[in-house]
């Protein structure tokens, strides 16, 4: 069996022994996965490539954090009605998800720098906008990619008891209408996780089945650092210079564009018609197929021909190339895809990729409406 610990780039640090007794087993790598490796380490080699350190990307992360700076400064500090607020507000709800499509996404994963204190500070800018950097680790760094679409381990696609998104979760009569009632949802998706997700998540000690080391020394200083600065930016300040409605209004429009971005980039890649939902063989830990494979199956790629897209949404798009190599900067995805899919067709793994972004939206809602619909069992 594989320690996908090792091969999700992950390293000892991630271990999470605290709820080894929830680790499933993946199936032996049958060569893809080293075989992959090797042609996607050769390709870098060859064209003198870097994995991480990318120009492009400190580029970029100058540009959105300007956006992020300004977009505030004017909301705050200069506009004065409510048709200057709205746009700006917008604005800024956008450029949050920027900051995390592109610059702490790639810090997290350790794929934005060589130097692990470049990544930390980079990872770091999700507490400037009132996430947990450490939390985010654990729930999507380790549990989401280690067990991609698998029920209880993967937290990503556990919507409670507003919606389904996996065969293995049970059916409520409501769910019949989640593909319509679901959209203005996700834009409460970044409320709930400012005020309770990381709370909750910090008493329990646990995400889904698996358990993990709360914060300790300087992650808690950190921690509970991060989520005062957030609530000073988003609250504190604003309330020196507008009224107690008004700061709350513009914060619920801004998060609710934060929440719908976030939510409708992760679910074209993992809750759409395409991606496979693997379960654990019965009555045991062990899954079928071997972790590189279950990547590939349970993720699909969308718009890969736009540029735009690409930039927009860190690269996300190229989703699957992500998983097999989440320590890569992400402006190496279009780079390395199709090595990853030519290899995927000589070993016989399924690559599937919905052709652009309104493909990938209507996709997802016809696996909304399939999975609320009435006899459609887990």
């Known amino acids: 069996m594989q320690d996908v610990t090792q091969v999700a780039g992950f390293g000892a640090g991630h271990r999470n022994d605290e709820g080894a007794t929830q680790r499933l087993k993946f199936a032996a790598d049958t060569g893809f996965h080293r075989e992959l490796r090797r042609r996607v380490e050769a390709l870098f080699r060859e064209r003198g490539i870097r994995e991480r350190d990318c120009p492009r990307m400190y580029f970029k992360t100058a540009v959105?954090?300007?956006?992020?700076?300004?977009?505030?400064?004017?909301?705050?500090?200069?506009?004065?009605?409510?048709?200057?607020?709205?746009?700006?507000?917008?604005?800024?709800?956008?450029?949050?998800?920027?900051?995390?499509?592109?610059?702490?996404?790639?810090?997290?994963?350790?794929?934005?720098?060589?130097?692990?204190?470049?990544?930390?500070?980079?990872?770091?800018?999700?507490?400037?906008?009132?996430?947990?950097?450490?939390?985010?680790?654990w729930k999507h760094v380790v549990f989401h990619h280690m067990y991609v679409n698998v029920v209880g381990h993967d937290t990503d696609i556990d919507l409670g008891i507003f919606g389904r998104l996996s065969p293995q979760q049970p059916r409520r009569g409501v769910y019949r209408w989640q593909q319509w009632y679901l959209w203005p949802l996700y834009g409460l998706m970044a409320i709930k996780w400012h005020f309770y997700d990381d709370y909750r998540?910090?008493?329990?000690?646990?995400?889904?089945?698996?358990?993990f080391p709360r914060p300790r020394g300087w992650e808690l200083v950190l921690f509970v650092g991060g989520k005062l600065v957030f609530l000073v930016l988003a609250f504190g300040i604003p309330l020196l210079f507008h009224p107690l409605w008004v700061v709350l209004l513009f914060y619920v429009i801004t998060v609710g564009v934060l929440g719908v971005a976030l939510s409708v980039v992760f679910q074209l890649a993992h809750a759409v018609e395409e991606a496979r939902f693997p379960a654990p063989q019965p009555g045991t830990t062990r899954m079928q197929e071997p972790w590189a494979v279950h990547q590939v199956e349970a993720t699909v790629d969308f718009a890969r021909g736009n540029r735009l897209v690409s930039w927009l949404v860190g690269g996300l798009n190229f989703q699957i190339e992500h998983h097999l190599f989440p320590t890569i900067c992400h402006a190496n995805y279009q780079t390395i895809s199709n090595v990853v899919e030519d290899t995927c067709r000589e070993y016989g793994v399924p690559y599937k990729a919905n052709l652009n972004f309104h493909a990938a939206v209507a996709s997802h809602y016809r696996w909304l409406k399939h999975m609320g619909a009435a006899g459609v069992a887990g």
């Open 201 to 211: 998540d910090f008493i329990t000690g646990r995400m889904g089945v698996n358990r």
């Open 64 to 137: 959105v954090l300007a956006a992020f700076a300004l977009s505030y400064g004017l909301l705050v500090f200069a506009v004065r009605t409510w048709w200057q607020a709205l746009p700006l507000a917008v604005l800024l709800g956008l450029t949050i998800a920027e900051i995390g499509f592109n610059i702490q996404h790639d810090g997290g994963h350790k794929a934005y720098s060589s130097r692990p204190w470049v990544n930390k500070l980079m990872a770091m800018t999700l507490d400037l906008v009132g996430g947990s950097s450490y939390m985010w680790r």
